[in-house]
T-cell receptor, first 117, second 115 residues
Framework: KQEVTQIPAALSVPEGENLVLNCSFT??????LQWFRQDPGKGLTSLLL?????REQTSGRLNASLDKSSGRSTLYIAASQPGDSATYLC????????????????FGKGTLLTVNP | EAQVTQNPRYLITVTGKKLTVTCSQN?????MSWYRQDPGLGLRQIYY???????DKGDVPEGYKVSRKEKRNFPLILESPSPNQTSLYFC??????????????FGEGSRLTVL
């Protein structure tokens, strides 16, 4: 059964700092990995989607990397801003017919990021 | 605007009173799913649907029902709500169904309290 872990559970940084959020998964048979952002009491917004054949994806100040063989992904946020404060979740999608559900993302519990002005 | 719309956003009800949470998407997506989010437990899938009239159980289906009679709508039905169903519920959709290759779009969430 796939398990996704995000460490740390919470992170507080001063504005302007570059930071890295971590995501690890136990089964490397993934089709893709997504990073989401969730603001308090709100829905999730997809930030980056990395296919299993890719090593990284970039969007503005965000860069996500994927090392499938070691079961790890990182989300790098450059020059953090108070508006980046939110919970960040990663989720993996399984390879079809690899033993798990083909129709479900497995989510980590998220990292609560606070960027202080 | 592409979106997933849930209603109601907030609801307080009492044990045993049937309720329905609606979900509608305007992106012609095949795949739709319901999740609940609880502190310390994260997001757990309740039910999902690969297309019209095709639904299946997720990880925590007990106490819930769904239907998919139209492509755009995927309502979540609580026939006899209980306090342990107090939670934040999310509907999500994706263009691709098998496999889940594409981006997942979420609704804003429905906060349900069962007294």
């Amino acid at each position: 059964k796939q398990e996704v872990t995000q460490i740390p559970a919470a992170l507080s940084v001063p504005e302007g700092e570059n930071l890295v959020l971590n995501c690890s998964f136990t089964d490397s048979a993934i089709y893709n990995l997504q990073w989401f952002r969730q603001d308090p009491g709100k829905g999730l917004t997809s930030l980056l989607l990395i296919q299993s054949s890719q090593r990284e994806q970039t969007s503005g100040r965000l860069n996500a990397s994927l090392d499938k063989s070691s079961g790890r992904s990182t989300l790098y946020i450059a020059a953090s801003q108070p508006g980046d404060s939110a919970t960040y979740l990663c989720a993996v999608s399984p390879i079809p017919n690899s033993g798990g559900s083909n129709y479900k993302l497995t989510f980590g519990k998220g990292t609560l990021l606070t960027v202080n002005p | 605007e592409a979106q997933v719309t849930q209603n109601p956003r907030y609801l307080i009800t009492v044990t045993g009173k049937k309720l329905t949470v609606t979900c509608s998407q305007n992106m012609n997506h095949e795949y739709m799913s319901w999740y609940r989010q609880d502190p310390g437990l994260g997001l757990r899938q309740i039910y999902y649907s690969m297309n019209v009239e095709v639904t299946d159980k997720g990880d925590v289906p007990e106490g819930y029902k769904v239907s998919r009679k139209e492509k755009r709508n995927f309502p979540l039905i609580l026939e006899s709500p209980s306090p342990n169903q107090t939670s934040l519920y999310f509907c999500a959709s994706s263009f691709s169904s098998f496999p889940l290759t594409g981006e997942l779009f979420f609704g804003e969430g429905s906060r349900l309290t069962v007294l």
